[in-house]
């Protein structure tokens, strides 16, 4: 297995709810991308290092499966999903469609306890880029989202935003200070925008919040094209803030670390 697990605990040393944690465990190793994309997922070597059985490395295995974070064939078994840099695309476009249903519904409903959480980690954020803390930024990206789907009161919705953002992650290497800052301004724009009461506003924020970092990563493997279908999806409501870059995609070229020990560019963006 080309990557580890890093500093992983032996979770079978003291921790007495395995199949829960193996699988949290395993979960964050393929978003922080310490288990890189197309790596294969070989249970006795996880199992070994978790200090556990092949039991719950197998379940954990099967639920990141089910989430689409694992894809699992015949012929090679477990792997951590690769996407080519059209499926990413796709998935971009499907989420910043749907991010922006849910804000949209979030500007009408304006439950205040949500938004008071909402606010809180928005202040936690904002504060943890000014103290230039970006390892703690991922996780508090992942609460705002989860609390924003949270406020649209739309169970279907929210299932399937939650979905969409375990397989974005993965495209997205949270490291960039730049990038960091403008994505926690873009966050405050949206919840301004749903405390107002401005459906249309929250709607075009929070669909270009996710297009502009889905547009930061598909520029980083091709020449920009202006007329990609992520442009397109920015000027359909109107006010778009600006051109978005994009890129022309590929039906070929995977974003993954090749076998041979190669890697693709890796972009530093926030979703």
Not at 143 to 163: I, P, S
Not at 216 to 223: W, Y
Not at 246 to 271: F, T, Y
């Amino acid at each position: 297995m080309a990557g580890t697990l890093g500093n992983s605990k032996r979770l079978g040393d003291d921790y007495p709810s395995l199949h829960g944690r193996v699988i949290e465990e395993l979960r964050q190793a393929i978003l922080s991308r310490r288990l890189k994309p197309g790596e294969r997922l070989i249970e006795g070597r996880l199992a070994d290092e978790l200090g556990v059985s092949r039991n719950p490395v197998r379940e954990a295995i099967r639920v990141l499966e089910s989430e689409g974070l694992v894809e699992v064939t015949a012929r090679r078994g477990a792997s951590v999903l690769s996407m080519t840099d059209e499926e990413a695309r796709e998935t971009i476009e499907v989420r910043a469609l749907l991010e922006g249903q849910n804000a949209r519904l979030a500007a009408r409903r304006r439950e205040q306890d949500i938004l008071k959480r909402i606010a809180a980690v928005l202040k936690q954020g904002n504060e943890a880029v000014a103290a230039k803390r970006y390892d703690l930024l991922s996780d508090l990206n992942q609460q705002f989202h989860q609390e924003l789907a949270a406020a649209g009161h739309n169970r279907v919705l929210a299932d399937l935003l939650k979905r969409l953002r375990e397989r974005t992650a993965m495209l997205f290497a949270p490291t960039d200070p730049v990038r960091q800052a403008r994505s926690w301004d873009e966050h405050a724009g949206i919840l301004r925008a749903i405390i107002a009461g401005d459906e249309r506003s929250a709607a075009t924020l929070a669909a270009e919040h996710v297009m502009r970092a889905g547009a930061d990563f598909l520029a980083t493997l091709h020449i920009p094209d202006d007329n990609s279908p992520l442009d397109e999806l920015s000027a359909a409501d109107d006010k778009a803030s600006g051109p978005l870059r994009s890129a022309r995609p590929s039906k070929v070229k995977s974003v993954r670390r090749s076998h041979n020990g190669g890697s693709a560019r890796r972009p530093k963006v926030q979703g």
